[in-house]
């Protein structure tokens, strides 16, 4: 068995669409940055790749390559989940957080569960969604971003 973490946070804009775990959430402000900025398939695309023990998104995926403007993070995590095949591994389970101070993802938390185990090729139930809030301290609580953290488990083939 292995074990992986990723952690990310991206900077809420307006403007921006707000994707989460691939789907696109009603949202006055997205988050920003060089792909879709979905901060949650970036964290878990890193505890995945922490756990393969094969580097980091920034690595595989470099914002400084246009190829990845804007890019669909779900299709980004679906080349890292073919790496971990690549190398030999299985994943066991994904859980994750993301910190988030508005809108709530509660409605909008199976449709993100279903969308990740497809992606990752696993049952849904072998991935958890879960989510806070800030309380209203620091950038999460402000709203002046979210972030998220995964942990991804790994077996031998
Ligand atoms: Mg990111």
């Known amino acids: 068995m292995r074990a992986g973490i990723g952690v990310d946070s991206?900077?809420?804009a307006p403007g921006r669409r707000l994707v989460i775990g691939g789907?696109?959430?009603?949202?006055?402000?997205?988050?920003e940055g060089h792909s879709?900025?979905?901060v949650l398939a970036h964290a878990i695309s890193d505890a995945l790749l922490g756990a393969a023990g094969l580097g980091d998104i920034g690595?595989?995926?470099p914002d400084s390559d246009?190829?990845?403007r804007d890019a669909d993070s779900i299709g980004l995590l679906e080349q890292v989940v073919a790496m971990v095949a690549s190398a030999g591994f299985a994943i066991v389970n994904v859980d994750c957080t993301v910190m988030i101070e508005s809108p709530?993802?509660?409605?909008?938390?199976e449709a993100i569960r279903e969308r990740l185990a497809?992606?990752?090729r696993i049952d849904a139930q072998r991935v958890s969604v879960k989510a806070t809030s800030g309380e209203r301290m620091g950038f999460i609580g402000r709203g002046e971003g979210v972030g998220a953290v995964a942990v991804a488990s790994l077996s031998d083939a």
Request: zero cysteines; aromatic letters at 6%.
């Open 10 to 12: 991206h900077r809420l």
């Open 23 to 31: 789907v696109e959430i009603p949202s006055e402000r997205g988050l």
């Open 36 to 38: 879709d900025a979905d």
């Open 59 to 61: 690595e595989h995926f």
């Open 66 to 68: 246009e190829r990845w």
């Open 104 to 109: 709530k993802l509660a409605p909008h938390r």
């Open 118 to 120: 497809h992606a990752l």
